[in-house]
C-alpha cells in the first residue's frame, strides 16, 4: 500500500503594505485581462481557419491577416461583425494590458528588491515585481528550500515497499508565483544551448535523463531558491559565483 510522507502544513501570512496589495491587484488585473486576450485570440485564430485562413503564432499576426480577412469584400456581413468585435476587442485589452505593463515598470524602477530580483534568468519585471510584492519578509522562510515548497515547487514524496518515489508538485502555495516560475524557467531551457552558464549546463545534463516538464519545475525551484537568497541576504545575483 502506498503511503504520503508527510510534511508539515506550512501557513506564511505575511503583512503587507497598502502599495504592495496595489501592485499584487495589477498583476492579478493583468493575469485575468490576459486570460481573455487569449480566450478572444483562439476564437479569432478558429474562426478564420475557417476559411482556411492560418496565422503565424502571436496576436499581431493574427490580427494582421484578421484585417486582410475584414477586407475581403466576399465574407458575409455576419463574418465581419464577428471579425470586427474580435479585433476590437483584442486591441482593447492589449492596451489595457500595456498600461498596467508601465504601472509595474514604475514600481520596479523605485524597488531595489525587485531590481535585484530581475536579474536571476527566467526573473522579468513582472515575476520580480509580484515577487517583491509578495514576500515582505523571507526571513521567516528557514531556508530556500522551505521557500520553495511553500512555493508548491517540491515534488509530493510516496513510500512504497520502502521506497521512496517522487510525485508531482503539490496544488499549494501561490499559484500565480509557481505559474510565473515555471513559466521563465521554460525560457531559459529554450535558450540553454544558445547561451552557457553553469545553471545552462545543469539544466542542459537534467534533461538528458529527466523530461521536459520535470526539468522545467526543478529549475522553477531553483530559481525561487536563488530569488531567497538575494532576498534575506541583499545579494545581487552573480551567474557564475557560487551555486545557490
Same mark, same amino acid.
Given at each position: 500500500?502506498?503511503?504520503?510522507?508527510?510534511?508539515?502544513?506550512?501557513?506564511?501570512?505575511?503583512?503587507?503594505?497598502?502599495?504592495?496589495?496595489?501592485?499584487?491587484?495589477?498583476?492579478?488585473?493583468?493575469?485575468?485581462?490576459?486570460?481573455?486576450?487569449?480566450?478572444? @485570440?483562439? $476564437? %479569432?485564430? =478558429?474562426?478564420?481557419a475557417e476559411y482556411g485562413l492560418v496565422a503565424n503564432p502571436g496576436i499581431a499576426n493574427l490580427v494582421k491577416l484578421a484585417d486582410r480577412a475584414f477586407a475581403d469584400e466576399a465574407l458575409p456581413a455576419y463574418a465581419h461583425r464577428a471579425l470586427e468585435i474580435l479585433i476590437r476587442r483584442i486591441a482593447e485589452l492589449t492596451e489595457e494590458i500595456g498600461a498596467l505593463d508601465q504601472d509595474l515598470k514604475a514600481w520596479h524602477a523605485g524597488n531595489e528588491a525587485s531590481r535585484r530580483l530581475a536579474a536571476i534568468p527566467g526573473v522579468g519585471v513582472i515575476? @520580480?515585481? $509580484? %515577487?517583491? =510584492?509578495?514576500?515582505?519578509?523571507?526571513?521567516?522562510?528557514?531556508?530556500?528550500?522551505q521557500f520553495a515548497a511553500w512555493?508548491?515547487?517540491?515534488?509530493?514524496?510516496?513510500?512504497?515497499?520502502?521506497?521512496?518515489?517522487?510525485?508531482?508538485?503539490?496544488k499549494q502555495g501561490d499559484r500565480y508565483l509557481r505559474r510565473l516560475l515555471v513559466v521563465g524557467a521554460t525560457a531559459v531551457m529554450r535558450h540553454a544551448k544558445r547561451n552557457p552558464t553553469p545553471m545552462t549546463?545543469?539544466?542542459?545534463?537534467?534533461?538528458?535523463?529527466?523530461?521536459?516538464?520535470l526539468v522545467s519545475v526543478a529549475l522553477a525551484n531553483k530559481l525561487a531558491r536563488i530569488a531567497w537568497v538575494l532576498l534575506t541576504r541583499g545579494e545581487t545575483y552573480r551567474p557564475y559565483g557560487r551555486p545557490v
Open positions: 500500500m502506498c503511503e504520503a510522507v508527510g510534511r508539515p502544513t506550512m501557513r506564511f501570512v505575511p503583512v503587507k503594505t497598502v502599495e504592495q496589495q496595489s501592485i499584487l491587484m495589477a498583476h492579478r488585473t493583468r493575469s485575468l485581462l490576459v486570460r481573455q486576450r487569449t480566450m478572444a @485570440a483562439n $476564437a %479569432l485564430r =478558429a474562426h478564420l515575476t @520580480a515585481t $509580484a %515577487l517583491a =510584492a509578495t514576500v515582505t519578509d523571507p526571513d521567516q522562510f528557514r531556508s530556500g528550500r512555493l508548491g515547487l517540491t515534488p509530493q514524496q510516496h513510500s512504497t515497499g520502502g521506497k521512496t518515489r517522487l510525485g508531482g508538485i503539490s549546463d545543469w539544466v542542459n545534463g537534467l534533461l538528458e535523463k529527466k523530461p521536459f516538464r
